[in-house]
């Protein structure tokens, strides 16, 4: 009796730790930090908002099998191309960050996706760089930006926001609909676009 009971919690942990790494886990509302592995090294970011930390971001991923589709909200353009495969990932920001050298360089986070969360470490120029990542339930967007796209965490941060950009129409954006958000998002900017 007591060999099934093993066999069985077994089987369960085995189940349990292939369904965390389910590609479809990484579909959602991803708030990232980006920081140097030695303080000492200043790690610059060219970025439109002024409200975004150099540091930090909000990513949306649907993820189908190994292709993952992402937004970044504070270098909105259009969706990109990322990959999976197996916990390995790939995600390519738009953001250009500055090398030491004062190069401009894009980046691309690599790294791993285990126990709902990803991180990892990636050459930015001159300088590695580590990065973390953790998934949201929602986050609260303005109406009226779209590039960059403001988000909030709290009512106070909204406020915030409001006061200094004049953001109207918040509304809250959840994980479990990241594909729906990224082709409105796809659509909206395609409209734009085609306005004389």
Do not use: Y
Not at 58 to 84: C, N, R, Y
Not at 156 to 164: F, G, P, S, V
Not at 172 to 177: D, W
Request: proline share 4%; net charge positive.
């Amino acid at each position: 009796m007591c060999r099934h009971c093993v066999v069985l919690a077994l089987s369960f942990l085995l189940l349990s730790s292939a369904r965390a790494q389910d590609p479809e886990k990484l579909s959602g509302i991803w708030k990232f930090t980006i920081s140097p592995k030695k303080e000492t090294t200043k790690l610059n970011v060219e970025d439109k908002s002024d409200s975004a930390s150099p540091k930090n971001g909000m990513l949306i991923i649907h993820a189908k099998g190994d292709k993952l589709t992402l937004l970044d909200f504070q270098a909105v353009d259009k969706p990109l191309e990322g990959s999976k495969q197996g916990t390995n990932v790939e995600l390519p920001l738009q953001r250009q960050f500055t090398s030491k050298s004062g190069e401009k360089v894009r980046v691309t986070l690599k790294g791993l996706f285990e126990d709902n969360r990803l991180s990892g470490s990636v050459m930015i120029g001159d300088r590695e760089v580590e990065w973390t990542a953790t998934r949201l339930a929602s986050v609260w967007a303005c109406s009226n930006h779209t590039d960059p796209v403001h988000s909030a965490q709290s009512e106070d941060a909204m406020r915030k926001l409001t006061e200094k950009h004049g953001c109207k129409g918040w509304h809250r954006l959840r994980s479990e609909n990241a594909e729906a958000i990224i082709k409105e998002f796809s659509s909206a900017r395609e409209q734009q676009e085609k306005k004389p």
